[in-house]
Structures are given as C-alpha cells and as structure tokens.
Nanobody, 115 residues
Framework: QVQLVESGGGLVQAGGSLRLSCAAS????????MGWYRQAPGKTRDLVAE???????YYADSVKGRFTISRDNAKNTVYLQMNSLKPDDTGVYYC?????????WGQGTQVAVSS
C-alpha cells in the first residue's frame, strides 16, 4: 500500500508564492517518478512538473521559470516551489508517484490565486 500525503496549499494573491510538499510511504521502488498535476474547475487534470530519482525534470510550458520541483529521495518527498503565481494557477494540485508500473495519487490540495 502506497500513500501520498500533500500539504502547503492555500490562498495567495497574484505574484505571491506557495510551496507544496508531498510525502510518500509504503512499498516504493528506489527508482520512481514523482510529480504534480493541476486540475482547474471544469478542466482536465494536467501535468505541471515531474522529477525522476535520476534527476530528470519536466515542466509544463505555462510554469517554466516560475515553478521549481525538487525531491528528497531519502524521505520519498517531493516539493513544488511556486513563485510569481497567477490566477490561472488556481486549482487542485495532486501529487503523483509512478513506481513499479503503477501510478498513485494524493488526495489533492487546493491552491487559489486571487487577482
């Protein structure tokens, strides 16, 4: 059983910053990919950023230069530092973990950016 526990969402004004955290526990391969998805109201769940244990990263074009993903492999924890936030960044942010061919999800944390 793999569990992902997220924290760090909230309400912030445009231009502000937030840091999301996600801690994974359970049977997790030492080689895995952790990431963050965002789901805005009425829209699909889209990949924002992801990071492999080997250090390879991906960022959606809309967040490049503003968001930074990082991880602590020893703690199976992934972080998302979000700077220069925009109202379009509003949504529920879900942590993901791909391990041993399965994708696991956190419960989601709400991020709201006011203009």
């Amino acid at each position: 059983q793999v569990q992902l526990v997220e924290s760090g969402g909230g309400l912030v004004q445009a231009g502000g910053s937030l840091r999301l955290s996600c801690a994974a526990s359970g049977r997790i391969s030492s080689i895995n990919t952790m990431g963050w998805y965002r789901q805005a109201p009425g829209k699909t769940r889209d990949l924002v950023a992801e990071l492999t244990t080997g250090g390879s990263t991906y960022y959606a074009d809309s967040v490049k230069g503003r968001f930074t993903i990082s991880r602590d492999n020893a703690k199976n924890t992934v972080y998302l530092q979000m700077n220069s936030l925009k109202p379009d960044d509003t949504g529920v942010y879900y942590c993901s973990l791909i391990s041993l061919g399965y994708t696991y999800w956190g419960q989601g944390t709400q991020v709201a950016v006011s203009s």
